[in-house]
């Protein structure tokens, strides 16, 4: 199952944020989250290594597209086109960097009730680098989610507002080519013993082929 958790920043929503999951489908739970300083997380990957491919056909696009079910390097960039709203024939580098482990501690004071417990966030760090011709002023790229060992989807975890240890940002003014713009996703692993191993972007046009493989980076 796909699903896309969408956020927006204002003053009634600050600090609100909605937790998703396939199990039982989307839940929206409202929070105050407690005010954190940015504390020490420990990566679980980092490394730079040629991509392995499926056998999905590529999407349709230039040369060098990723293909779907395409697998990457923690490191390693996936040219992708990104075809939305008012920048349709864009195209990007989604490059993830990181995948960290955070602790159950991060939650806290985010009103999540049960179902936080036992629960381990993990902060999926990438960079998006605009190498089109179009300018990609505050656009937002997204659906990046965690995939957990054996390959299922871990449950997002997507903040309405501002949590400083990761903090999902859309590009700034003038994002035109060769500017690039960090972010972030936040993925839940079901207990300790549950790691996040990996990351997958599933946006267009990738939710559409092979019955929505995405590209995944490991």
Request: charge should be neutral; include cysteine; hydrophobic fraction near 35%.
């Amino acid at each position: 199952m796909r699903n896309t958790t969408l956020g927006a920043v204002g003053l009634a929503v600050i600090g609100s944020l909605v937790l998703t999951g396939c199990k039982n489908g989307d839940e929206e739970l409202p929070a105050q989250p407690a005010a954190s300083s940015p504390g020490g997380t420990s990566p679980t990957a980092g490394a730079s290594a040629s991509p392995s491919t499926g056998d999905s056909a590529a999407p349709a696009g230039a040369p060098g597209t990723a293909k779907s079910g395409q697998v990457f390097k923690i490191g390693e960039a996936a040219e992708i086109p990104y075809d939305y709203g008012d920048f349709k024939g864009s195209r990007v580098a989604l490059t993830v960097t990181a995948i960290e482990q955070g602790t159950p501690a991060d939650l806290e004071g985010l009103k999540l009730g049960d179902k936080a417990n036992g629960k381990v966030p993990y902060y999926i760090r990438y960079t998006v680098k605009n190498i089109g011709a179009t300018d990609m002023s505050y656009a937002s790229v997204g659906h990046v989610r965690g995939l957990l060992g054996d390959g299922t989807e871990a449950q997002s975890l997507a903040v309405i507002g501002k949590f400083e240890k990761c903090k999902e940002e859309s590009m700034p003014k003038g994002f035109t080519n060769g500017q690039t713009q960090t972010s972030c996703a936040i993925a839940l692993a079901p207990s300790a013993q549950v790691k996040v191993a990996g990351a997958e972007y599933w946006g267009n046009p990738y939710n559409a082929i092979s019955n929505g493989k995405g590209i995944t980076w490991k």
